[in-house]
T-cell receptor
Framework: RKEVEQDPGPFNVPEGATVAFNCTYSNSASQSFFWYRQDCRKEPKLLMSVYSSGNEDGRFTAQLNRASQYISLLIRDSKLSDSATYLCVVNFGRKSSGDKLTFGTGTRLAVRP | DADVTQTPRNRITKTGKRIMLECSQTKGHDRMYWYRQDPGLGLQLIYYSFDVKDINKGEISDGYSVSRQAQAKFSLSLESAIPNQTALYFC????????????????FGPGTRLTVL
């Protein structure tokens, strides 16, 4: 079983749609969680961290369910510019040994006019 | 100017050649990382360094070596390149001072596309 699993997609949605991505992770001792965005042939960039209480940044909402080892990202009112691959990222590291991130393979989103 | 730079951006080489990929950062971060990305696979950690004197192997270090010449520079070498090392390579940095509680935001360079024939 992969340490971080995501549906690869692609998700093809019209502008204005709401779309949700899911991610599961295998290590229950995981420390912290993130969503990164990666445009085609570009470097990954942090989209948002994911907190236990859930958090929102504009049209983006991230949720964490530690009991189910599940992370989600909701995008409302999709824009053409949201088209990208979204990477679920988990920190399995401990402070004593340093922080190391494990990346999912990504979910591709294509927003059409 | 970009905070994390990588050179070269693209490289085509032949099997058996020695290749060095370079990474420089102006963010003042102490931690640096090398990843490779293959289609259909997540980013895989090759090596990481938490300061100039601290080098650690990642998940897939075989066939690679690194050098942390200064806080701002971290180089990745392929001693004898082979075709299955064809991939997109990313350097990343993070700052220990913002890593409290285990959180670790990493900032990536633009990547080096390496093809080994």
């Amino acid at each position: 079983r992969k340490e971080v699993e995501q549906d690869p997609g692609p998700f093809n949605v019209p502008e204005g749609a709401t779309v949700a991505f899911n991610c599961t992770y295998s290590n229950s001792a995981s420390q912290s969680f993130f969503w990164y965005r990666q445009d085609c042939r570009k470097e990954p960039k942090l989209l948002m961290s994911v907190y236990s209480s859930g958090n929102e940044d504009g049209r983006f909402t991230a949720q964490l369910n530690r009991a189910s080892q599940y992370i989600s990202l909701l995008i409302r009112d999709s824009k053409l510019s949201d088209s990208a691959t979204y990477l679920c990222v988990v920190n399995f590291g401990r402070k004593s040994s340093g922080d190391k991130l494990t990346f999912g393979t990504g979910t591709r989103l294509a927003v059409r006019p | 100017d970009a905070d994390v730079t990588q050179t070269p951006r693209n490289r085509i080489t032949k099997t058996g050649k020695r290749i060095m990929l370079e990474c420089s950062q102006t963010k003042g971060h102490d931690r640096m990382y090398w990843y490779r990305q293959d289609p259909g696979l997540g980013l895989q950690l090759i090596y990481y360094s938490f300061d100039v004197k601290d080098i650690n192997k990642g998940e897939i270090s075989d066939g690679y070596s690194v050098s942390r010449q200064a806080q701002a520079k971290f180089s990745l070498s392929l001693e004898s390149a082979i075709p299955n090392q064809t991939a997109l390579y990313f350097c990343a940095t993070s700052d220990r001072r913002t890593s409290g509680g285990g959180a670790d935001t990493q900032y990536f360079g633009p990547g080096t596309r390496l093809t080994v024939l």
